[in-house]
């Protein structure tokens, strides 16, 4: 693999100066909107709750991070003026509107935002969750490869890259269906490897992978079996890879970390491991800040502390060759053979 300059520089600006990944998730919306939603007894949770939760994240949390995931609703509307241009800025492509049918889910853009878009504002990386099941209809499997792989192709046109989220869920026929951002309970850990097999790909052009763990994070044991499927799942992924947290509790993420650590993963982007349990205490705001302030910054501090000094700097990925991921071509005709939008 050859990073195109945009794409190289993006990557950079996600990173620390040693090519480890700690990033913080601002961009969930039904995680943060239904409890709002519930505790004021209303359907729709209120704009401004929600983007003052956001907006309240980047300021509390920015400092330890190497970069920050907004969404176009309320992170960036109501947050990017408190986000430091020293932090990479990553942007949420994805609708969170899933539509569920029989056969599976299917993914699709939120309206009125692109890559186009993301690249024009100034965004350091496109993200896209992307659901997937191998067992799923065929023909939803075809739509969610299809819509992953217009993103790269678009992502590739703009030069921008692109981080895909890969995450297993129940099927409708499956025990336990729920439509919550959760992790799937008795995921099995063949559809996770075979979901990153599949969009490891070389034509899907993805830059980054965001992975879940190939077992429950509670199931994340320090075991050898264990982490021979951590292992495998790095293999697999064949490019720098980070892990999410899918709403595991803060020692079960820690736990799944270290597994991922030690089969090469980079770093981390994660949210509500960080931040949930200072969310619980909505319509505290005041009790909000003290936990994002507290609990939350010291959390973050420890699973930083942990990824560099275990994590594996991504520019040194095997992908990119004995020479890493370096700016090509270094020479006089760099002007010339650098494809812009007019090619």
């Known amino acids: ?192 490897l075979e979901s990153v097999a599949e969009f ?12 879940e763990s190939p077992v429950n994070a509670e199931d994340a044991d320090g075991s050898n079996d264990v982490q021979a499927l951590f292992d495998e799942m790095g293999r697999l992924a064949g490019r720098p890879w980070v892990m999410l947290s899918a709403g595991a509790g803060k020692d079960a993420f820690r736990n799944v970390l270290a597994h991922a650590f030690r089969a090469g993963a980079s770093g981390f982007l994660a949210g509500r491991a960080i931040w949930a349990d200072a969310f619980a205490h909505y319509p505290d705001w005041d009790a909000i800040r003290a936990g994002l302030q507290g609990d939350a910054a010291a959390y973050l501090d420890d699973i930083s502390t942990l990824a560099e000094t275990h994590a594996a700097d991504w520019r040194r990925h095997p992908a990119y060759g004995p020479d890493g991921a370096v700016f090509q071509p270094q020479g006089p005709e760099f002007r010339h053979l650098y494809a812009g939008l007019e090619a």
């Open 200 to 211: 490891a790909r070389p034509d899907y052009g993805v830059d980054l992978f965001k992975l």
């Open 1 to 192: 693999m050859q990073l195109t300059p945009g794409k190289l520089w993006g990557l950079r600006r996600m990173a620390d100066e040693n090519g480890i990944f700690k990033m913080v998730a601002v961009d969930q919306r039904p995680p943060i909107k239904q409890p709002i939603a519930r505790h004021l007894g209303v359907e729709e949770a209120p704009w401004g709750e929600v983007a003052r939760f956001k907006r309240m994240l980047i300021e509390t949390l920015q400092d330890r991070a190497t970069a920050m995931l907004l969404d176009p609703h309320y992170a960036i509307p109501h947050g990017i003026d408190a986000l430091s241009p020293e932090k990479g800025l990553i942007v949420t492509l994805e609708d969170s509107l899933f539509r569920e049918t029989p056969g599976g889910r299917l993914s699709d853009s939120i309206d009125d935002w692109s890559v186009d878009k993301i690249k024009r504002m100034g965004g350091d990386a496109v993200k896209v969750l992307v659901w997937y099941r191998p067992d799923a209809d065929p023909d939803i499997c075809r739509a969610q490869q299809d819509y992953a792989k217009r993103v790269g192709e678009a992502c590739a046109r703009h030069d921008i890259p692109y981080l895909l989220e890969l995450l297993v869920y129940p099927l409708a026929a499956d025990a336990h269906q729920t439509r919550d951002y959760v992790e799937m309970k008795a995921k099995r850990a063949d559809h996770v």
